[in-house]
């Protein structure tokens, strides 16, 4: 049986007096539905480069995510952006290696509504030394 909060539809046909009718119930399983959450890179740190794993923790009741990285604000994702997956982790390239701010979002389709969670890093950067 599904957990978390999923939709349930089921339809109970009966046959009554030489005919089939059918009649239709919706249920919402009682389980927490849970958002997933990216833990590595950890939220709010340093990228450590153009080359980045990012993965998360399933949650409760996804069933296909999708990543956004962006430097324009919450929810841009003039950087990369993922198709949506079933899986828990990417590896995104080409990230820039200025200092920027980078924002994250990790959309999750929970049952039928995608839903996200934000973060921020900072990549990394080039240090120059001047003397």
Known sequence: MPAN???????????I???????DYTYTEAGTQTLAVLNSPGPGGVLPGATVPFTWTPGGGPTSYQLWLGTTGVGSHDLYESVPMPGTSV????????GV?????LYQFI???WQSTDTTYTEAGTVSWRR
């Open 5 to 15: 909060g999923v939709t349930l539809y089921v339809r109970l046909s009966q046959r």
């Open 17 to 23: 007096n030489g005919s089939w009718q059918a009649t």
């Open 91 to 98: 590896t995104v390239n080409g990230l820039p290696a200025n």
């Open 101 to 105: 701010t980078v924002y994250a979002r």
């Open 111 to 113: 049952n039928r509504t």
